[in-house]
């Protein structure tokens, strides 16, 4: 990256290493050295909590507000009964108003805590776009802003273009989702004064259009900027472990498993992670992640405390390095392990510990969890466990029983009540 940003925002955009590109640098750093800007990123209802790779997005909103512009979560209540096409090999499954709703409930706790909303020049808004997408006058919308777009350049775009190549359908409702996004981008300009759009570089075909459109309606000039998408330096997609998504929800993912998956980042991410999702300066962003040997494991400590702290509190941050140490240093049993409690009639005459397995998260099936005890990957209270037949009843739950696949993943099972 070659241009030197005037404005703060930009400055630390690249600083930090949030850019993959941007539809013009020098008008949109002007526009955000003149006043204050109007940014929006749009998230779809797809499920219940936002995951690990919606946080590169969360904070670029958290960083445009700290240099003074006043960002918007955009909720999309109205695109989510469409369905966002781009680089998907099928079409996203269709949900009901009542889970969009539920979704959209889940997902506006973790924002409350990365922004601050309120009337104020610079606080947050959030928006639903349910709000002008849901009552479209079909015959009207295509006539006002379907004449606008060019079918041969939306074949041209690459998340369509890479579908379409595998011989894969692409319906017209998927069709339609580029153009109500599009459309998002006017209205909030229109309404609100947003300027910006942001998003992950698969969304810059989807910004180009909202562009696009507000230039031909409006003749007015708005900006796009994008985002890298993410990989771990071992090349998995970012926000993904062996257990599944990494959810910013407490009661999706538990804040000591949110803690662990960043204390076991790989040593050659220490110090990008640290730039993109902690706010500690990049001269100590770089020095630690410098560090080799076992001066490394320290600086995990450093960034799963950061991010923690963001996202689920100081005290949540400092319960799951107290548990860590207690599981992994002293072999001790941890008090914040994820838990599986279990009711007396539930246990019956007793449940097999591949039920156990499953059931605490820790196989996703019980070939998995029988795969797992005979490569000697499973133990029980730190002791290897050898016997997939092993059935545990009442008795054997007197005391919490530590479950563990391999060295990194535990869970705790006790008697309810």
Not at 48 to 61: D, E, K, R, T, Y
Not at 127 to 142: G, M, P, R
Not at 208 to 223: A, H, P, S, Y
Request: aromatic share 8%; net charge negative; proline share 2%.
């Amino acid at each position: 990256m070659t241009y030197h940003p005037r404005s703060d925002f930009l400055r630390v955009m690249i600083e930090r290493g949030f850019l993959a590109d941007c539809t013009d640098y020098q008008g949109l750093d002007e526009a955000l050295s003149k006043g204050v800007v109007t940014a929006y990123i749009g998230y779809d209802a797809t499920a219940q909590s936002l995951h690990v790779g919606h946080l590169l997005n969360i904070m670029m909103l958290r960083w445009l507000q700290k240099t003074g512009h006043k960002p918007i979560t955009l909720m999309g209540g109205g695109t989510t009964k469409v369905g966002d096409p781009s680089f998907r090999a099928d079409e996203r499954p269709l949900l009901t108003s009542e889970q969009i709703d539920a979704n959209i409930d889940g997902m506006k706790q973790v924002f409350a805590k990365y922004l601050g909303y309120g009337e104020g020049e610079t606080d947050a808004l959030m928006l639903n776009n349910a709000e002008w997408l849901d009552d479209l006058n079909y015959l009207a919308f295509l006539r006002d802003i379907g004449r606008h777009f060019s079918v041969n350049r939306m074949l041209s775009f690459e998340s369509v273009k890479s579908r379409l190549d595998r011989e894969q359908s692409l319906s017209f409702l998927e069709f339609n989702y580029m153009i109500l996004q599009a459309y998002d981008f006017l209205e909030l300009h229109r309404r609100y004064g947003c300027s910006l759009q942001m998003g992950g570089s698969d969304q810059w075909g989807n910004i180009v259009n909202g562009i696009d459109l507000t230039r031909r309606v409006l003749d007015d000039e708005i900006f796009g900027l994008t985002s890298p998408l993410l990989t771990t330096s071992d090349g998995r997609k970012m926000g993904k472990s062996a257990g599944g998504a990494i959810w910013l929800n407490a009661d999706m993912l538990s804040p000591y498993e949110f803690w662990q998956f960043w204390r076991n980042t790989t040593d050659a991410d220490v110090g990008r992670f640290l730039k993109l999702y902690t706010e500690m300066p990049i001269e100590e962003c770089e020095r630690l992640g410098a560090l080799s040997g076992s001066e490394i494991n320290d600086a995990k400590i450093v960034l799963a405390n950061a991010v923690t702290t963001l996202c689920h509190g100081a005290e949540a941050a400092a319960t799951a390095e107290a548990t860590a140490r207690e599981v992994f240093e002293k072999g001790g049993v941890g008090e914040d392990l994820p838990t599986l409690e279990l009711s007396e009639s539930e246990l019956g005459e007793g449940i097999s510990i591949v039920q156990l397995i499953v059931r605490s998260g820790l196989a996703k099936s019980g070939k998995e969890a029988k795969r797992l005890i005979a490569e000697n990957g499973a133990r029980i209270d730190d002791a290897p466990l050898t016997d997939a037949g092993l059935m545990i009843d009442a008795a054997a739950l007197t005391a919490p029983v530590k479950l563990s696949a391999g060295k990194k993943r535990h869970a705790l099972v006790k008697l309810a009540g």
